[in-house]
Nanobody, 125 residues
């Protein structure tokens, strides 16, 4: 079973940048679509970005387009979320998700199959 493990969260000021990492625990992410989600207090979990197993296809929610970049390094078994020009509304717990599930969630092609424990990102204005 491949479990995602997130790292890189923290407290930053508006306008700053932050990079989240998601490491595969157990085996490898090779062959899996991967995604980053976030959940703010009192709100539903939402898909921030997703990347296909080949890296050739990506998807972003409108509010982060041009500011966030998802990428993957299958040699290091790591998926990244580079976040720039952060805003207070980006404050949330960020979760990494491995694909391979049965139900699309957050995009029409990404199907979460396993979730990490999450990492807190707090953006102060």
């Amino acid at each position: 079973q491949v479990q995602p493990v997130e790292s890189g969260g923290g407290w930053v000021q508006a306008g700053d940048s932050l990079r989240l990492s998601c490491l595969a625990s157990g085996r490898t992410f090779v062959g899996y679509d991967m995604g980053w989600f976030r959940q703010a207090p009192g709100k539903e979990r939402e898909c921030v970005a997703a990347i296909s197993w080949s890296g050739g296809r990506t998807n972003y929610r409108d509010s982060v387009k041009g500011r966030f970049t998802i990428s993957r390094d299958d040699v290091r078994n790591t998926v990244y979320l580079q976040m720039s020009s952060l805003k207070a509304e980006d404050t949330a717990v960020y979760y990494c998700a491995r694909g391979g599930g049965t139900v699309a969630y957050g995009s029409d092609w990404f199907r979460p199959g396993a979730w990490g424990q999450g990492t807190q990102v707090t953006v102060s204005s």
